[in-house]
């Protein structure tokens, strides 16, 4: 009589036995269904064998994927440190010896011969070189030259015996099995590995074989990019190698006889390397002087001259432009007389990267200054480089944008001022001088001032352009995606201007005269009265500007820069009021500060309103133009609020043109004739904000002077910017090397001379 087991428990425990094993759920499947919930013993011997098959060819299919898995990682990670085309070959084939049932095996890399791609016998393994085989095969050739067209793998079987032999020291045999393997990158075959076995390819086999020969590829593409000698891919690069190399021969003859010309030039000129910087120097420091003077006088700042001394005081500012380039021509012409014109070698950047500031054009970019309604959104571009500025005038377009463009900035402010554009772009070069100088010039407008602006610039100095009004940076050269961005942004803050401002302030009386005080501009206030609520506000809303009361912030036990940063306050303009003078020591925190933040600071309802013109939105039908007719007189001296500088320069017309130009900016003057007494006169005066110093002077030079300045512990972060009429190559970078901050070129114009003066002292 059979007996019935019931084995419900033991079906359970083999399943949970088949997922503690990670067999795949197929297998898993197959198992379970063959798992009676009962059955009766003479059963039992015939289903556990079926199920334990089962398991053993899952088993299997897991060990194969490992083993695809780890091999590949493998080599891929080998082939990535191969730099010899050759050598990989070689040892591609090594390696597949060992992981497929492969005996014999060919490497034929591809070449391009007349324009017609070629395939080329480059490594071995196992071959026997024999008469009647090619080693090298044109498309359609063969089936390695079939594989090369098809660009498909091709597997034979049942090989004839005669077809190839593998050989060994004991003998010979026949394969019965061929692959051919092609490599692709791009589309294209780069190569053919031909493998030969004695043994059938397992379906695990092919699989390794394919996803290898995609690592393969980009191996081979990486060595062709890399060294330009192999491959179809590199042909078009062949052909730039020998125009280029044409080009060097040519380029190396005239090098030669340039150098003869400049040996012979040498035997000649060699007292013009003493002579210029002397003639410079004479000539260009009077002029400095004259250029200063002649345009303070044109300004008529006081309104005391009449129409005919100004015009006369412009015609010989124009003059002296006229004397200084005259002097630049001359100098120009003998520096390269001079032993200085030696041949300079330096590599010619790639034909795709475009120089930092390209050619002017013949004709400017066609904007949309012609077709602007009431109701367009207006994008003012200012660049010294014309494609750049097409490339962004159409990313604006595309976004909502009217556009206009300008290659100068005399221009740029003229165009700001008449069209009134939502958002405006500014580089940093323009074609007549500084794009800083028109940036300033847009701030202290009240019909530009609070037109939000970004500086477009190849360098990285953006929180130096957030403190001086701009409310974002464009880094050239930028990326599609980057330029669509930032037009983003442009748009987003045209259409909805942060309205939002924070105000930290423990006082409800300062914080009603805070509020009273921004009653001009359209905005929404958050209030916070600790430091703790200050920091989690700050770091959950936006806000167009955070006003800091200076007698809550400045009592906080936490230093200004542990809360700002704890706040992520970096790129919020932080605007601290006071309605006390501000002390020489607070003062120097705040611009400890400004080394990391946007920092403005205020000491009246009116400066409040003032400096949060530059950064938020004004109530419709209000103008900025109150604000700049009520602006208090600022004293030319004050011994708590003025910058002082120190003016070091032998030459009495300098000093006096510098002071009486930084005395209209309330800035205080403090001169020295050489550097001995530059020294002595800032231990005696610690409270110096700025050094302008220059090169050739008695007793202790520029370079001297600087490095001794340097020297002094207290003055290591002091800004020292040199300003020198020694025109001579390599001038600027000796003075950044002895330890400048800046570097200007006597005569300096006055409105880059202020620019320098306003990038480096803050506020």
Known sequence: MAEHIHTAAGRADLQQLLINAKIDSA?????SAHIPTVFDGRALTGEFLHMANLIHAAVERLGERDWLQTNLVRLGNMLQRQRDTATACNLILSELAALVPMQHGLFYVCETEREEPVLKLIASHGYQVRKTLANRFRRGEGLVGQCLLEKQRIVLTNVPEDYVNIGSGSGEMAPLNIVLLPILSGGQVLAVIEIASSRAFSPAALEFLDRLAESIGNMLATLQAG?????????????QCEQLRRTNEELEQKVRLLEEQVEQLALTSNHKSEFLPGISHELLTP?????????QLAENAEGNLTDTQVRNAKMIHESGHDLLAMINDILGLSKFESDAAKPVYEELPPPDVPAAYPAKPDEPVKDDRYAIAADDRVLLIADYDPQFAETLLQAARKKGFKGIVTLSGES????????????????????????????????QSAATRNIPVWIMSIGSERLSFLQRGAVECLTKPAADGELSRKVDDMMERAVRPQRRVIV??????????????????????????????????????????IVVDWATAGASASGLDEI???AKAYDVPLLFYTELPWTQAEDERL?????SFVVKKAASPHDLAFEASLYLPLKDGASLQSLFDSQPARPVRSAQGGRKVLVIDDDIRSVFAITSLLERHAVSVIPADNGKEALQLLQENRDI????????????????????????????????????AKAMPGEREKCLAAGATDYLAKPADTDELIASLHKWLPN
């Not at 002077?697 to 300003?723: C, K, W």
């Open 287 to 295: 002029l400095h002087s004259l250029l200063i003077l002649s345009w």
């Open 27 to 31: 297998a898993s499947a197959a198992v």
């Open 504 to 545: 930290w302030c423990e006082s409800g009386e300062r914080v009603r005269r805070i509020v009273s005080a921004l009653e001009l501009f359209d905005i929404r206030v958050t209030e916070t009265v600790t430091e703790a609520e200050f920091i989690d506000t700050v770091r959950m809303l936006q806000a167009g500007c």
């Open 227 to 239: 060294n330009g000698t192999e491959g179809p891919m590199a042909e078009e690069l062949r052909k």
């Open 689 to 724: 904000d700025a050094v302008l110093v220059d090169i050739v002077m008695p007793v202790l030079d520029g370079y001297e002077t600087i490095a001794a300045i340097r020297s002094m512990p207290a003055f290591r972060e002091l800004p020292v910017i040199a300003l020198t």
């Open 564 to 566: 700002m940063r704890g």
């Open 591 to 595: 611009h400890a500060l400004a080394r």
């Open 412 to 443: 740029a402010f003229e165009l700001a001022s008449r069209y009134r554009p939502a958002a405006i772009a500014i580089d940093t070069y323009l074609e007549d001088g500084n794009g800083l100088v028109v940036l300033d010039r847009l701030k």
